[in-house]
C-alpha cells in the first residue's frame, strides 16, 4: 500500500490541509504516520472526503458524521437521520420559496410604500416572529432555585 502525503491529498482532493489537520483532529480521517514532517494517508482517505464535504453540505455537524463512519471506512448511515434530515431540508426549502415569492411580490407591488403592502407586511411579521423564537432557544432555561434555610 502506497501511503500519500498531505499535500498530495489536499492537491488531489481540494481540501486544504489545515482542514485536513482538523479532521483528524476531529477523528473523522486518520493519518498512518509521517514522511520528515508530513503526514501521510491511505490513498482511501480521497473516497471518505467527499463523503464528509455531502455531510457537510446536507448541514450534519461533524460528530453526526463521525459518528456515520463509526469505525468503518464505510459510512454506515442511519436511514432515519437521512430522512429527517432531509424533511428539514424540504421545511427550509418551502421558507426561502415563501421568501422569495414575497420579495418579489414587495419589489413589484403598486403600494406607494412597501409598509403599505399587505404582503410585505406579512413577511415582516413572519420575520419578527423567527427573530423571537430564535431569541428564546439562545435565552438561558431559569431553573428555581432552593431557599436558602
Given amino acids: 500500500m502506497k ?3 498531505i499535500s498530495e491529498v489536499a492537491k ?5 490541509a489545515s482542514t485536513l489537520r482538523f479532521y483528524e ?3 473523522l480521517i486518520e493519518s498512518l504516520g509521517r514522511r520528515g514532517l508530513r503526514r501521510t494517508f491511505d490513498p482511501g482517505v480521497l473516497e471518505r472526503l467527499p463523503v464528509i464535504a455531502l455531510g457537510r453540505l446536507a448541514g450534519f455537524s461533524l460528530d453526526q458524521i463521525k459518528a456515520m463512519f463509526g469505525n468503518s471506512a464505510q459510512p454506515a448511515v442511519d ?3 437521512l430522512s429527517a434530515k432531509a424533511e428539514e431540508l424540504g421545511r427550509t426549502i418551502r421558507q426561502l420559496d415563501a421568501l ?5 411580490h414587495a419589489a413589484t407591488c403598486p403600494a406607494p410604500s412597501h409598509m403599505e403592502c399587505p404582503s410585505f407586511r406579512r413577511l415582516t411579521k413572519i420575520a419578527a416572529g ?3 423564537r430564535s431569541r428564546a432557544r439562545e435565552r438561558p432555561a431559569r431553573t428555581r432555585q432552593p431557599s436558602p434555610r
Fill in 3 to 5: 501511503l500519500i502525503d
Fill in 130 to 132: 423567527r427573530i423571537e
Fill in 79 to 81: 436511514k432515519a437521520l
Fill in 25 to 27: 483532529e476531529k477523528g
Fill in 12 to 16: 488531489r482532493s481540494g481540501v486544504p
Fill in 100 to 104: 422569495r415569492n414575497g420579495l418579489q
